[in-house]
């Protein structure tokens, strides 16, 4: 069997009226928008993992890693 490692980036950003939403650039047709982080968190592997079978791959996530990427300007 010959398996791989795959990263997947995901996006986050609060939805203007409530919410957040979630997507990625490296996995096509991932895009999801729920209530708070809580649910979208709960949501997302298995999204991820439809996704991924959709396209002949079984999955199992072995790593979650949260990244903080912020901009900052001078005061």
Not at 38 to 62: H, M, N, W
């Amino acid at each position: 069997m010959n398996q791989q490692l795959r990263t997947v980036t995901i996006r986050i950003a609060n939805v203007e009226g409530g919410g957040v939403r979630a997507w990625s650039d490296d996995l096509a047709g991932l895009a999801l928008t729920c209530p708070n982080h809580e649910v979208l968190f709960t949501e997302l592997p298995l999204k991820i993992a439809t996704l991924l079978q959709q396209q002949g791959f079984r999955s199992k996530i072995v790593r979650e890693i949260h990244q903080f990427v912020v901009e900052v300007t001078a005061i």
